[in-house]
């Protein structure tokens, strides 16, 4: 039987005080900027399936917690009973494991999972008291302990673990503990444990017979005597590497290996492989490398995955019924969205909610035109370029705003729409967005004067001295040509802008909506 994540949840770890999702049984993409916590959801996954106490201490203990809590825990009592711990817990399906059943979890229900848990050592209690009784004391986080246990809490690690997953993480593809941890990984999902045994057995017998017949003469007459080590460390798993046509992975691109991984962890003849844990695959990967990547994934029938990315072609291949939405410590899955919103991006391109969801800041605008003219405003009113201060300039469709709003609502971008009246205030802006009119991170800006119906319109009317003496066009009604020819006519008055052949005075809403999205 598959097993397969129905949740995580996380409680002060790293940048999450309390976190959760929920995966789907397949697909899961999760999209987010830089920092969001992509990478953090995997490695919470990764450490609490591992099982090792060495994996999660040679990452520290005090880097596990969230920075956060801690500081609110010593700016506080400081009381034993209430210092932080934490906790990492993943909820799967049923898999007819008796000793992963049970309900120590916090959701206090009868469910299959396990947990890794970083809490105080109870032994060292009296110390803990003492270092929390002085002044500007530091948190004592050497006398902490992890523990892995199952909802049935019976204790697992590396060897008695039932879930088995692997976590190619791009970032450090090239290590050698990578590496190694990779190859003994695939090594241990083709094989059973009664032939790595058998390997075992023959791999110590060739070290023996090595050891007598070649280092026994070199080693006569001699005080000290070389041989191998007999520790685990220096075993059968540790020695192995895996080849590709003659040459090691270890030699190959970075991209290379990530494709190799991939097709590895997902062989059918992997039968081992549960959960397949992918961190930004486009990091080494060329356009049609990655296309085959994914090809072979979609082929795939029977590990859940859980991928990171920033790529549109990610994306759009796998779906966006499959996509979850992280930023500022918010997650939502597509598929939650208003059932017009999931029709409404199903039927366009990915690239621009993209651009939306990886942004610290949206401006969002209707037409070409003004697309062509924003930046320079916004670069004349805050004397910088708004990629510089995170802030994304995006144009779509005006029927499309509300969709987006509702990812901003749920996400906590902060968003600033900048649209057209269309010649009625009241009904196209104070109305149509009267939902969003008391949320924080919401902004919508419009003329409020209802003759500056469009953008070109109001544009002209607080500049006409201006534009009816430029260059614009040679036709005298250049504002009949400003709407005619609307992305001809931004493109024109840019140049000049650049060329320092005309001065315009930026609407009012334009730079409101500029100064908001700044504060």
């Not at 990530?258 to 844990?277: F, G, Q, R």
């Not at 910088?384 to 029927?399: D, M, P, V, Y």
Request: glycine share 4%; charged share 25%.
């Amino acid at each position: 039987m598959n097993i397969i994540i129905k949740s995580l949840k996380l409680h002060n770890f790293k940048k999450f005080k309390d976190f959760e999702i929920k995966f789907n049984d397949k697909y899961n993409v999760i999209i987010g900027d830089n920092e969001s916590g992509k990478s953090t959801i995997l490695q919470a996954i990764d450490l609490c399936l591992s099982g090792s106490n060495y994996k999660t201490e040679s990452i520290g203990i005090s880097e596990l917690f969230n920075t956060e809590t801690i500081d609110s825990f010593l700016s506080g009592t400081k009381e034993y009973d209430k210092i932080p711990i934490v906790s990492i817990e993943i909820t799967t399906n049923d898999f007819g494991k008796y000793e992963y059943e049970g309900k120590k979890n916090s959701y206090n229900k009868n469910l299959y999972g396990v947990k890794m848990l970083v809490i105080p050592n109870d032994e060292y209690s009296e110390e803990i008291k003492e270092v929390l009784s002085k002044s500007g004391c530091h948190f004592p986080f050497e006398y902490f302990k992890i523990e892995f246990r199952t909802y049935a809490d019976n204790a697992f690690n590396t060897y008695n673990k039932k879930i088995k997953h692997y976590f190619i993480d791009n970032t450090t593809i090239n290590s050698e503990t990578s590496m190694k941890e990779f190859t003994s990984n695939m090594y241990k999902a083709a094989t059973d444990l009664r032939l790595r045994q058998k390997h075992l057995s023959e791999f110590r017998s060739i070290k023996q017979k090595f050891e007598n017949e070649v280092l026994g003469d070199f080693n006569q007459d001699k005080d000290y005597k070389f041989k191998f080590h007999k520790s685990q460390k220096f075993d059968l798993e540790n020695n192995l590497a895996i080849y590709d046509q003659g040459v090691s992975i270890w030699n190959k691109g970075k991209g290379k290996q990530t494709v190799i991984k991939t097709e590895l962890a997902i062989d059918k003849k992997s039968e081992n492989v549960d959960i397949l844990l992918l961190e930004e695959p486009e990091n080494h990967l060329s356009s049609n490398n990655m296309l085959k990547m994914i090809d072979n994934i979609l082929n795939s029938v029977d590990q859940q995955m859980i991928i990171t990315t920033h790529s549109n072609l990610i994306l759009t291949r796998l779906e966006l019924k499959n996509a979850y939405f992280i930023h500022t410590n918010n997650c939502i899955a597509f598929s939650s969205l208003d059932d017009e919103t999931v029709n409404f991006f199903n039927k366009q391109t990915n690239s621009n909610l993209l651009q939306f969801i990886l942004s610290n800041r949206a401006i969002l605008i209707e037409g070409a035109s003004e697309y062509i003219l924003i930046e320079t405003f916004y670069e004349k009113i805050t004397g910088k370029q708004s990629f510089s201060e995170g802030t994304s300039i995006i144009s779509i469709n005006g029927l499309s705003f509300l969709r987006y709003l509702e990812i901003a609502e749920k996400l906590g971008i902060k968003v600033a729409v900048i649209t057209d009246n269309d010649g009625n205030y009241a009904k196209n802006v104070q109305n149509k967005y009267s939902k969003y009119s008391l949320i924080n991170n919401i902004g919508v800006f419009s003329d409020i004067d209802n003759v500056n119906s469009t953008f070109e319109i109001g544009l002209y009317n607080n500049n006409k001295i201006a534009i009816d003496n430029s260059t614009l066009t040679t036709t005298k009604d250049k504002i009949s040509y400003m709407i005619n020819n609307k992305s001809e006519s931004a493109v024109r008055l840019l140049k000049m802008l650049e060329a320092k052949e005309i001065e315009l005075v930026i609407p009012s809403y334009i730079k409101d909506a500029i100064e908001w999205i700044k504060k």
